[in-house]
């Protein structure tokens, strides 16, 4: 009888550990699934929200590449025709006319290259509230020669975005230049005569990527080619900061890489602790290939987690 009642004993203890493994298995089971969801959604909301990222760098990159088309126009107008002062000026006039986003375009010629006897010859027309302004970069104080935006297309031969800078004694704004150098042929060869630009206010990109950012409910950052801080909601990161400076200050590691990741002209993803006081980010970053700029989105996962699919 009581070998009886142990192997009873002994069956229901085999079956409660059967039990008790078949609870844990599915418990498991389950706590994997969940995880695996979760994962998975993250992964669909980050592909969502990434290919968001490169329809407005795409639309970027065509208001940018028109920008640049028309300084590449006018260098081959110079190129071929001798243009005289009055129609220099029609000609700027109408650059800024035919393109709200500029704020001002250039012409600016080599030493004694439009007038034997002129060492400067530069005009420039640039827009003073509802006004457009026609003057001279011709002061010698100015000297327009050893500029960023005359001097490297100069030497490196190809068009060319400045650094931001403040024009004092040009337009007098924060702004970025976009350079194209023009050559005359002899007969014999091809020589450097001057560079014709535009301009792109500060203000304006700014704008811009303010829109960018309500539409997409992110912190945007436009970069220059070496990291400047172009465009931020953080005004005072624009042009006394870059994505260095800021990585070291804010001890966040994962900006320098990102800098150094958009350089080399990559996008990518990153993931940050904590920005701006808040916790979990996620970094988007990708190339303005127009411009050699990057663009950087930073997106609290939480905000993340909440994209639908279908937008």
Known sequence: MNSIKEGIQTNFMRLLVVLAFVLVCTGIYFAGELAYGQIFR??????????????????????IEAV????????????????????MKILLNSMLFNNEELFG???????YSYQKDSLYYSRYV???GDSVVFTNLDDPQYDYFNKDWYL??????????SEP??????????MSTYSVPFYRYDGNRETFNGIVTVDVSIEWLTNAVESMGKLLNANVLLISENGTVISAPQKEWIYNQTIYTLASEMKIPALRRVGRDLKE????????????????WVIFYSPIKASNWGLILLLPEGELLKIKKNI
Request: proline share 5%; aromatic share 12%; no cysteine.
């Open 126 to 128: 640039y827009r003073l």
């Open 165 to 174: 800078y403040y024009d004092e004694g040009g337009g007098n704004s924060l």
């Open 152 to 161: 490297i297309p100069k030497t490196m031969q190809k068009p060319a975005w």
């Open 42 to 63: 993250k992964s669909i909301k980050r592909e969502v929200f990434q290919e968001r990222v490169f329809a407005e760098i795409t639309r970027m990159n065509k208001v």
């Open 105 to 111: 375009g250039a012409i600016a010629f080599e030493p």
């Open 265 to 280: 002209g990559n996008s990518g993803i990153e993931e940050i602790e904590e920005f701006m006081g808040q916790k979990e």
């Open 68 to 87: 640049q088309k028309t300084p590449q126009d006018l260098a081959y107008i110079f190129e071929f025709h001798n243009t005289s002062e009055a129609e």
